[in-house]
T-cell receptor, first 114, second 114 residues
Framework: QQPVQSPQAVILREGEDAVINCSSSKALYSVHWYRQKHGEAPVFLMILLKGGEQKGHEKISASFNEKKQQSSLYLTASQLSYSGTYFCGTPRDAGGTSYGKLTFGQGTILTVHP | NAGVTQTPKFQVLKTGQSMTLQCAQDMNHNSMYWYRQDPGMGLRLIYYSASEGTTDKGEVPNGYNVSRLNKREFSLRLESAAPSQTSVYFC?????????????FGEGSWLTVV
């Protein structure tokens, strides 16, 4: 089942913060985050594993609460380059060698203005 | 280092025509995938291949066939194209889990079926 992202869209000014949430109806053992610019391929940001690990990428960090079956992506002091659509992805099945089998959320459109 | 290369980048088909999307990766990855992305939606897995000689269905396999020609190449074929198959198609590959968790996407193929 597809994870649900919220909000659907966010508009920020440079320097502002944002939080994007990703919730799943099934148990999770990892959550992947990707950013996609218009007309381009998705780019890997980070993966969150069981245990509540927080991973960082520049000024972007994330948390993962496996009990609540949700993950949140935190963008602090946003830059113009952060604009794009953010997707969370959850594994279609546990384990296996093909960990790229993900079910993606519908995406959150982030727009950063000067 | 080319990464994941897809061809063609753009294609217009008439309903009922057939075509093959080609994908090749030069990173020596075992697992390869085909995703489709419709406007305003996340990516959906069509087929994947855990290793050379094996293929399995993903979330939306109907109307498609795949071939894992060798370790480098993974093609997607539309036997009789339908307007519902108008989409952006992304090929992807992943290294062994022990070396990381990143999905490497190609640049995408824009397909329009009229």
């Amino acid at each position: 089942q597809q994870p649900v992202q919220s909000p659907q869209a966010v508009i920020l000014r440079e320097g502002e913060d944002a939080v994007i949430n990703c919730s799943s109806s099934k148990a999770l053992y990892s959550v992947h985050w990707y950013r996609q610019k218009h007309g381009e391929a998705p780019v890997f940001l980070m993966i969150l594993l069981k245990g509540g690990e927080q991973k960082g990428h520049e000024k972007i960090s994330a948390s993962f609460n496996e009990k609540k079956q949700q993950s949140s992506l935190y963008l602090t002091a946003s830059q113009l380059s952060y604009s794009g659509t953010y997707f969370c992805g959850t594994p279609r099945d546990a384990g296996g060698t093909s960990y790229g089998k993900l079910t993606f959320g519908q995406g959150t459109i982030l727009t950063v203005h000067p | 280092n080319a990464g994941v290369t897809q061809t063609p980048k753009f294609q217009v088909l008439k309903t009922g025509q057939s075509m093959t999307l080609q994908c090749a990766q030069d990173m020596n990855h075992n697992s390869m995938y085909w995703y489709r992305q419709d406007p305003g939606m996340g990516l959906r897995l069509i087929y994947y291949s855990a290793s050379e000689g094996t293929t399995d269905k993903g979330e939306v396999p109907n109307g498609y066939n795949v071939s894992r020609l060798n370790k480098r190449e993974f093609s997607l074929r539309l036997e009789s194209a339908a307007p519902s198959q108008t989409s952006v198609y992304f090929c992807a590959s992943t290294p062994p889990r022990i070396t990381g968790n990143t999905i490497y996407f190609g640049e995408g193929s824009w397909l329009t079926v009229v």
